[in-house]
């Protein structure tokens, strides 16, 4: 085990906590997979055409949860989750600093890396004597002082930044071992969803002893650019030709059957900026069709490295007892909002491109069926995840294969993952304030009990504000404070707005918003309209 400072100090605290079996041959082994951009409805076990047997298998012998939420965005995701704090708190309200992109504003919560006041899932795992892995997209701070080895990970290997080409990521902080660069791969024989899996598996199989392990497997995929092996794009060239519209029915219809929403609710209408399907023309069709096969390429080998994934554990014995949670990092990307995708269609596949080659509005209208809006919104398309948890040790066994219909957030993976490792979560590191957790543990779920879920769950990223309470959801405009509110249990695509008939209720979470933006360093007021920053339309 890697003794940062930072882990030393959790130690310690733990020992002066009376946590002195710190290695427990019953703890399960975690895994935390994430994938980066991908939409509510992408993989079959939740309505989608694309095949992912092997995330479907987690999700047969595991729970999907229908309504699970992250922070709408890469970097206030990744904070989030992986700190069990809302993501102001760690300092990454908005995005990560990188080269010419500074996101520090000045203020606690919009600093553009992580602060000391939070704790990650490897620093409290990592002082509880499990093994620390890291393989995948960081995005959370490229200072030394901010990478993954200094946060608590025993390895890493992946990239820093939040965009890079699939098949020659290069720079000095798009492929890294550790703390150092490496050269640019031979893009003939290198794709990054591969290469993060294998290095997972390489660690999983060179495992030796009892010693439980935690592992993050962040895949880039399906973030753009629209980067895919040939032999896989193939068998999705055509099959988008259908278009969005009729897709988007047969999505919502396989949801339906599936049991995550009741046919009363209805898909939401196509985006006002996308035209129908049949209105466009043919040859405009095509390259469309090709652009959404190479995303569905880039999901397909997502789900193909986490069969080998499954097959590691397997060979070593440890699928049992290891607790595999999938998710994505916010709702389908719609960057950068035209109709058809950003990129010129000779960018696709291009190694030396690892800029905005995206697939548009359309499909990404698809992607997120049956919501709207997309990725850094904090409509249900924005900020509702696919969430999966397997454990065949350890859920409730009349569980499985079931759908769980609890609220719920990645805040609440830190609690979790307490719970099950019996580590302790210090309340103070090297004479700095850790904050509490925000979340709830997910544990009585797992075994099939109820469990008191928060009041309240707070969202605001680039302005766009919101708040869940029970079934009520509002939102609005940091500053403008115009609130929509909508009954998620009976509009989840939040078509309905019932402000005006419900003001108490708006004044309730209106109030209840303002005091957490208070405690969490939520406070962007200024930040943006000072650099003439506008929210896309």
Known sequence: MKFTIQKIALLTAAFAMGVTNVIAESRPNIVLIMVDDMGYSDIGCYGGEI??????????????????????????????LLTGLYQHQTGIGHMMSEGRFNFDYGVDGYRGQLNRNCVTLAE???????HTWMSGKWHLGDDMDDRPLQRGWDKFYGSLSGAFSYFMPHGDRHLMEGNEPLPPPDPENYYTTDA????????????DGDTPFF???????????LHAKEEDIEQF???????????????????VKL???????DVSPRDANVRPWDDVPEDQKKRSDYRMAVYAAQIFSVDENIGKLLHALEGKGELENTLILF??????????????????????NDPENGGAVSVGRGWANLQNTPFREYKNRPQEGGMATPFIAHWPSGIAKKLEGEIVRDVAHILDVMPTVIDLSSAQYPTVVNQLLIPEPAGVSLFPILKGKSREAPEFLFFEHELNCAVRSGDWKAISRFGEYNWELYNIKNDRNELNDVADEHPEVVERLDRAWRNWALQSKAAPKGRWQDRGYKTPK
């Open 327 to 348: 998710l994505s990092d916010n709702g389908a990307c719609a960057e950068p909002y035209s109709e058809f995708g950003g990129g010129e269609f000779s960018d696709i």
């Open 215 to 225: 592992l993050y497997l962040a895949f880039n995929a399906p973030h753009w650019p």
């Open 259 to 265: 049991g995550l929403f009741e046919q009363s609710l």
């Open 237 to 255: 060239v055509g099959k988008y030709m259908q278009g969005w519209d009729v897709l988007r029915r047969e999505r919502f219809e396989r949801q």
């Open 124 to 130: 409290v795992l990592g002082s509880a004597g499990y």
């Open 51 to 80: 095949p992912t047997p092997n995330i479907d298998r987690l999700a047969e012998g595991g729970v999907r949860f229908s309504q699970f939420y992250n922070a709408s965005r890469c970097c206030p995701t990744r904070a989030s």
């Open 196 to 207: 993060f899996a294998e290095k997972a598996v390489d660690w999983i199989e060179d495992q």
